[in-house]
């Protein structure tokens, strides 16, 4: 005897519904989505960066105009600059710098193509400068990541270049987003090349620069108007710098079964 549903109880429906082993697709809604993972290849923690409008950019000068709002997917970023003992898992090659030398200190002498291999091998991503910036800026929109005064007790700015240098990371307080070290300690790569955002906002210009890459945040050394959250820097990929690290980022679809 061959045995059906039938088509008329509504309860059989629901219940295949309920049970079956559906996708999760995280994009739809925050509220499926947990505010920290930890990634398994490099064991980095990152916090969940909502889905929403926020205002970026500055009139401070003029790489920062206009300022205008953009409108994110929801993303993971990473609570901590890629530290040296992280690195080095990835690159037993890796020699630290004078500047920056504890096994939790943000790596540093690092070109944009290191960390882009990197993220790859970690199975991530450079954030783009608009998800660092609005990750930088926590959810009030902050001059710098812990408010809108600038103060150099609050985060590792404001130090000597040559005598100083950078700290473990998450030695100052996070911001509203539960992040660490966005203003100051070292600079940070972004996915972007750096093009001025009248480019940005109309991809059809002929503007578009493809030289350098964008740092944000800010160094030790760096003063008020350098670790402000708008303020765009370039270096070239291919440059080592002592005072540039990263840290990577992840969009919420690629998490989970």
Known sequence: MKVGFKPSNPIIPLLILLFSPIPRTYAKSNKVLPKEITTPKDGAEMVLIPAGEFRMGSNVREGEQPIHQVNLPAFYIDKFEVTNQQYEKFDLKYKRTI??????CPVTYIS???ADAY?????????????????AAGPDGYK????NIYDKSRARTG???????AVK???????????????GNVWEWCADWYNSYEYKLKPESDSKSE???????????????FARTAKRFKFEPKIRFFSVGF???????????
Do not use: Q
């Open 211 to 225: 030289i350098y890459k964008v740092v944000r945040g800010g160094a030790w050394g760096s003063d008020d108007y």
């Open 159 to 165: 130090f000597d270049w040559e005598k100083d240098g």
């Open 112 to 114: 944009w193509h290191d």
């Open 99 to 104: 500047f920056s030398n504890c096994n939790d």
């Open 119 to 135: 993220a790859k091998w970690a199975g991530k991503r450079l954030p783009t400068e608009e998800e660092w910036e609005k990750a």
């Open 144 to 147: 710098y990541s812990y408010g």
């Open 169 to 183: 990371v998450g030695s100052y307080a996070p911001n509203g987003y539960r992040v660490y070290d966005m203003t």
């Open 247 to 257: 840290r990577l980022a992840k969009s919420p679809v690629a998490i989970g079964p």
